[in-house]
């Protein structure tokens, strides 16, 4: 759509500065919030793929990142409710003993621009919380994020406590972080271990594949 | 020098074999260093919030991890006995057992924004042979409880204070350590600039600025640069430990792309590398996250002078063929492996290391960055022993 060169230009040079009048321009032309939102999903998916070639790094993500929660926070109100497609829901969160934040969340902002529901619980959570909120939002994904070793124990607790409740079949379990090893899936019985945010969202996203499949 | 052997078989003090690997050649044995900081006080089964707080206690438990699973070669010495010089350098809000955490658990970084763009601003108009430690002088307040309230004066003495209790306590810690036959790591030790940025103004504003303000990030990292060299070897002087360990947390490809790093990263660090070096010292590249793609940049700086630390996201066996013939390399037995792996995999690991990384020289075998506070003993000693069974040349 022309209306949406100039857009998707902005966005994809990563002028932050000039988002805001641009969706203001676009929304006194007529193009309604659920549009320009999906367009803002093709640019972040656009930014993706380049990561995932090797051609942008982590400051292209962050900026890509700030650019979606500008256009999300001003569109989201005038979208109705349950029209928006739901591509799955995650909980969220660094585990007990481990008070970093930044990788889950740039993950968690990944999500969300690519239409999940990210139930980010912060840091410091105790094996018990991750659980609750698996079992009161119905979330298939449970994904945790390390830096320290600290939080290898309490994770090991998690995957012990789903398998109690007996959700452990129901949830795919992904754990990411600089501390985290490929080791680990079988360590802990995991589903899946990343350090990059865009292959844990591949790796999100192939889950929900297969869940559609199994149905 | 102590000229007490590790081993009844070497042939060098563990000096000289430092020594000989930083230069890139062969010595009789690779060397071990082990930074068992955090691991100690676990080890000792002592309160984390007395080892943090009480120098004697730190000695001992220390001490006790050497006598239980040593020798090694190297004491990585990360003893900060005083909180605010180790705040100075570092430039991050330390959290202590017992002072913001529960007592028994490791001292963690709370990271949050504590500098704002205008202070490129500030930095770029202070005069160049002061401007490393005003700056931080400056920025303390803003995120080390230890210095709130106080003036520029008081801040001052406080701080000169602080170096003077922690070069004493340096100084009698490392006597006990030369005298088992060990080579002291760390001379003095201090978060880069641009590194030093990212942390205090945190990932998402520094993402910013490196579209936004590209320029005023390399400027002032610029800027910064001599004095933080000259601090650096006079410390180094002091305390006549000819290495000083620059940490780069974050300005790996995890962090900055590889055009970002060469074109606003390494200027400055090039420009500290060379005064240090020029000085007689070794610089110790503490570089965590993955620093494969940043590793050309890096054979730009001087062959046969500087230790590269990787922690294992960078692949050491392919940095050995990439950079191994220009720089000592140093690591990096993952920390998974030594909470969660057992003896034979930590000493088929240690193995593949000493025969790879360690092919003619030119290695240090050491944990990937720290040894977590939960390693298992039985991993470490397995670390220690493979120096001994696979590690003479």
């Known amino acids: 759509m022309d209306r949406l060169v100039k857009f998707r230009e902005i966005f994809l040079a990563f002028r932050i500065d000039s988002i805001d009048t641009e969706i203001e321009d676009l929304l006194q032309t007529g193009l309604s919030s659920p549009e320009l939102l999906q367009a803002c999903q093709k640019c972040m998916e656009e930014i993706g793929k380049k990561f995932e070639e090797g051609a942008y790094f982590l400051p292209e993500l962050v900026m890509a990142g700030e650019m979606f929660k500008k256009v999300s926070a001003r569109l989201r109100p005038h979208i109705s409710p349950g029209s928006e497609e739901v591509a799955g829901k995650i909980v969220l969160g660094t585990p007990k003993g481990d008070l970093h934040s930044l990788g889950k969340d740039i993950f968690g902002m990944l999500a969300e621009a690519s239409g999940f529901v990210v139930h980010n619980l912060g840091v410091d959570v105790a094996p018990e919380t991750f659980v609750e909120k698996l079992k009161e939002t119905g979330a298939p994904i449970l994904g945790m994020s390390a830096l320290i070793t600290t939080a290898f124990d309490p994770m090991q607790e998690v995957v012990r406590l789903l398998e109690e409740e007996g959700i452990r079949e129901r949830t795919y379990v992904i754990i990411g972080g600089g501390v985290t090893t490929k080791d680990m899936v079988g360590r802990l019985k995991v589903d899946a271990q990343t350090w990059d945010a865009y292959e844990g969202l591949r790796i999100v996203q192939s889950f929900m594949d297969e869940k559609e499949e199994t149905k | ?393």
Request: aromatic share 12%.
């Open chain 2, 1 to 393: 020098m102590s000229q007490k052997k590790i081993y009844e078989k070497d042939r060098l003090t563990a000096e000289e074999r430092l020594e000989a690997v930083i230069r890139l050649e062969q010595p009789d044995r690779v060397p071990l260093s082990m930074m068992i900081y955090n691991y100690s006080p676990f080890h000792a089964k002592v309160k984390a919030s007395d080892y943090v707080h009480k120098p004697s206690v730190y000695l001992k438990a220390i001490r006790q991890v050497y006598e239980d699973i040593g020798p090694w070669d190297i004491y990585y010495n990360i003893n900060p006995v005083s909180k605010l010089t180790y705040s100075f350098v570092m430039m991050m809000r330390l959290l202590y057992p017992g002072d913001d955490l529960p007592e028994n658990v490791m001292t963690q970084i709370e990271e949050f924004e504590y500098m704002q763009p205008e202070d490129y601003d500030q930095i770029l108009q202070m005069k160049s042979n002061l401007a490393n430690n005003v700056f931080r002088a400056r920025m303390l307040p803003r995120f080390c409880k230890e210095t709130e309230g106080l003036g520029p004066i008081r801040l001052r003495s406080k701080l000169a204070l602080g170096f003077l209790k922690q070069g004493l306590f340096w100084i009698r810690d490392q006597r006990w350590w030369r005298e088992q036959g060990l080579v002291i790591q760390i001379g003095y030790q201090a978060e880069m600039p641009i590194d030093m940025f990212s942390m205090a103004r945190t990932v998402i504003p520094f993402s910013m600025d490196l579209f936004q303000r590209p320029e005023k990030i390399r400027e002032a990292a610029m800027k910064l640069s001599p004095s933080f060299a000259d601090w650096s070897i006079r410390i180094a002087r002091y305390t006549r430990i000819p290495r000083v360990q620059c940490y780069c947390h974050r300005t790996s490809n995890n962090f900055i792309s590889p055009r970002q790093f060469e074109e606003l990263a390494f200027p400055s660090m090039e420009e500290i590398v060379c005064r240090i070096i020029d000085a007689g010292i070794t610089p110790i590249l503490h570089c965590d996250g993955d620093w494969m793609k940043n590793l050309k940049v890096l054979r730009r700086l001087p062959a046969k002078k500087i230790i590269l630390q990787l922690d294992g996201l960078t692949d050491i066996f392919r940095a050995k063929d990439e950079i191994g013939d220009h720089m000592c390399l140093f690591g990096d037995v993952p920390a998974e492996k030594l909470v969660m792996g057992s003896p034979q995999e930590v000493d088929e690991y240690c193995h593949r290391l000493i025969t790879e990384v360690g092919r003619g020289g030119g290695f240090i075998l050491a944990a990937g960055c720290e040894i977590p506070y939960n390693a298992k003993s039985e991993n470490l000693r397995a670390m220690v022993q493979s120096v001994y069974k696979y590690g003479y040349y």
